[in-house]
């Protein structure tokens, strides 16, 4: 039991770190730049070149997409549109905490449903009070029919097939973002031009 | 449709941010600090003091906890046994990609269970092939009695009046780590010297 010779009652009011002081230690604005597109788009191949940019240039970046997601934390998820919905909420919060830590967070997730981009800018814009708009939504705007050429992963085929289904493109929807803050025609474009249209819209962030 | 003066068959491949390029980058190691005891030890106060001496010091820092993880991306879950299992399951799924980016991040959650907390260790360390060990189980040691007496959040008496079930230390065991990587006695010293004895123990990471 605690007495007069132990420290147990000193009041200790350790001070939480600031937005403020991550960004001057940092020197940028942890944001999410949130990536959107069909299957084959481009999305990764953009967000991996993205993020070597970024890091070249001396920020600290990091990207959300498949590899590291959907077999980590949404491992028990599937792509029923209630397995999406819930795979993008984590995926917005997860960046919202990485963008919280002062990271340049990018996503590479199909998340095809407007309702479900709109959800995922609320939370990363709500979990900080008075917080401006921390949201980058681009449009990696690849035609289906490109995307369906290229079928990196041969699941357009096995879609047509019937092998899989709810496949985004062909049996799911994509809900095209209207007025997204960046447009890329991803496929009209090399990579790096491409690469150079996001980072233009970055200065917000200190980039 | 993609003809010649389309640039839609250049391959391109980026390059993959590693490990070493971020480490080279924020001089440090990504790595996890598991703070692991029972409600009111002290596992917030000092992961909030070891986050702002870590940011004092130049390193970038964050904190999981309650505040930042249980109303948000876990705010689906309840503090049954499996509610528990997968509160822990993603916490350390976000926590290891925290590290993967580079960030010393501390975790504050009861994490009563020792299982679970081995689990969190492996998904921390299989996340990246070939990493060594970069995940560090702090145990915040304050005995139940001083822990009820504190009762910062009131819950204890709750639980002891049966208006809460479950709760660790009254109706829920805790399952103390018994090798913790560090051992914090956090009732018997002040909070300066509990971070002071954890940062001793993170120079693995460049701290």
């Known amino acids: 039991m605690p007495n007069k010779h132990h420290p147990t ?45 970024l890091i070249q240039r001396g920020h600290a970046a990091y990207v959300l997409d498949g590899d590291n997601v959907r077999h980590g934390l949404n491992a ?23 963008a919280d830590a002062g990271i340049i967070t990018i996503t590479a997730f199909i998340s095809p449903y407007a309702e479900d ?29 490109i995307c369906e050429q290229r079928d990196p992963k041969a699941l357009y085929a096995k879609a047509r097939r019937g092998e ?3 496949f985004t493109g062909i049996q799911a929807p994509f809900e095209a973002p209207r007025a997204p803050d960046i447009h890329v025609h991803a496929s009209a474009h090399p990579v790096p031009d491409c690469v150079a249209i996001i980072l233009e819209q970055l200065q917000d962030f200190g980039v």
Chains 1, 2 share one sequence.
């Not at 397995?83 to 917005?92: C, S």
């Open 164 to 166: 899989i289904t709810d």
């Open 76 to 98: 028990d998820l599937d792509f029923s549109p209630a397995g999406r919905r819930e795979n993008i909420r984590r995926i917005a919060h997860v960046a919202a905490l990485l």
């Open 9 to 53: 009652n000193i009041k200790w009011h350790p001070t939480r770190v600031t937005p403020e002081h991550r960004a001057r230690l940092l020197q940028q604005h942890g944001c999410v730049v949130w990536m959107t597109g069909l299957s084959g788009s481009g999305k990764s191949t953009l967000a991996v070149e993205l993020e070597a940019q």
């Open 117 to 145: 981009r709109a959800s995922a800018r609320n939370i990363v814009n709500s979990t900080r009070a008075g917080a401006t708009d921390r949201f980058r939504e681009v449009f990696v705007d690849t035609p289906l029919s």
